[in-house]
T-cell receptor
């Protein structure tokens, strides 16, 4: 099992560019989430999903879109990158309610210049 | 949202010492998780503990949901325990919507 795979690991964008961060899991987990981590801080929830076709907003959704067309994939789209979106992005998955906790991907370090 | 406060924010230990990390939260929760983020940035789930006590080797955790706090115990600390410890809570009724504390940064010296 690969677990949770995030690509790319590093990315530099120019202000105004768009891009998609990929997240895939091979554990048949129902729940998936995207978080961002800024220096010296905890993780903040961007968007989350409780199953294919179901997504919802977290604490800091502005500037980001998600979709969940399959159980395995949960891509995060930056619509028009801003320097404030410079951060480390983590994707996580879990089997669902009342079960085991999160498995995290290794993160994507994004710099917007 | 829900407020999650962790203490202490920083902790320095000598190898072999014990420690207790605390997580307080402001509302009723469905679930609570503890994580370790190693110096390379990898996040590892330590415990999924909405209530009660669990143990895994030198680590154990206790959540008292009615009093809105959780404790993480580290015994006989090792240098590999260094990193940041986060707790995250899922508010009642908000499935898969976890809020993280700002973490406790632990440095274990040899």
């Amino acid at each position: 099992n690969a677990g949770v795979t995030q690509t790319p690991k590093f990315q530099v964008l120019k202000t105004g560019q768009s891009m998609t961060l990929q997240c895939a899991q091979d554990m048949n987990h129902e729940y998936m989430s995207w978080y961002r981590q800024d220096p010296g801080m905890g993780l903040r929830l961007i968007h989350y999903s409780v199953g294919a076709g179901i997504t919802d907003q977290g604490e800091v959704p502005n500037g980001y879109n998600v979709s969940r067309s399959t159980t395995e994939d949960f891509p995060l789209r930056l619509l028009s990158a801003a320097p404030s979106q410079t951060s480390v992005y983590f994707c996580a998955s879990s089997p669902g309610q009342g079960s085991y906790g999160y498995t995290f991907g290794s993160g994507t370090r994004l710099t917007v210049v | 949202g829900i407020q999650v406060e962790q203490s202490p924010p920083d902790l320095i230990l000598q190898e072999g010492a014990n420690s207790t990390l605390r997580c307080n939260f402001s509302d009723s929760v469905n679930n609570l998780q503890w994580f370790h983020q190693n110096p390379w940035g990898q996040l590892i789930n330590l415990f999924y503990i909405p209530s009660g006590t669990k143990q895994n080797g030198r680590l154990s955790a206790t959540t008292v949901a009615t009093e809105r706090y959780s404790l993480l115990y580290i015994s006989s600390s090792q240098t590999t325990d260094s990193g940041v410890y986060f707790c995250a809570v899922e508010r009642v009724g908000n499935f898969n919507k976890f809020y993280f504390g700002s973490g406790t940064k632990l440095n274990v010296k040899p």
